[in-house]
């Protein structure tokens, strides 16, 4: 590739990473079964308030029951994003809603099980459930094993290192 590409596609990578995250952040309208709710404290009359809070709120538990509507406090956004690292979905910005946090750039878990492909590079099962897949041909002075510890922090370009044990990195992708 020539210089000129290069520039090119560094130029289209950064204005869709922006484009992404503007869209990521816009604010979604309230669910119907929440907006009813919210709606109750307009009325004055206490009764008819307490009579419309009743109503609202049985159908928020009931649209609930039936998967209509899911509610995630803060602790499970978070276990949501760290379960979620790795992959390329820019369509949860609504797990940051009424926060402010650190974009989440590393991971630390524990290999639960380890095996190589045919080409030699390694993947690990770590005890989070994710699935990383090596893909570069660096070579490991260590084997990884069930137990070691791993960090995976982001990289360049979407990309992401697994460092094994304080081993020197390699390059790696989530598959599950």
Not at 85 to 96: E, I, Q, R, S, V
Not at 115 to 134: D, Y
Not at 140 to 169: C, E, H, N, T, Y
Request: proline content about 5%; overall charge neutral; some cysteine.
């Amino acid at each position: 590739m020539t210089r000129s590409t290069l520039a090119w596609a560094g130029c289209l990578a950064v204005a869709a990473l922006a484009a992404t995250t503007l869209w990521a952040q816009t604010p979604s309208p309230r669910p119907p079964a929440l907006q009813a709710v919210v709606d109750c404290r307009k009325i004055d009359d206490g009764a008819q308030r307490l009579a419309c809070y009743d109503k609202a709120v049985a159908d928020m538990a009931a649209a609930e029951d039936k998967g209509d509507l899911v509610s995630l406090d803060r602790a499970q956004r978070q276990a949501a994003r760290r379960q979620t690292f790795g992959f390329a979905l820019p369509t949860l910005g609504f797990l940051d809603k009424g926060e402010r946090h650190e974009e989440l750039d590393r991971v630390t878990d524990t290999v639960a099980s380890v095996s190589q492909t045919v080409e030699g590079r390694w993947v690990l099962h770590l005890q989070g459930g994710a699935v990383w897949r090596q893909t570069d041909d660096a070579v490991l002075s260590r084997r990884p094993r069930p137990g070691s510890v791993v960090v995976i922090r982001k990289a360049m370009l979407g990309s992401f290192m697994i460092d094994i044990d304080g081993q020197p990195g390699i390059r790696a992708h989530r598959d599950e």
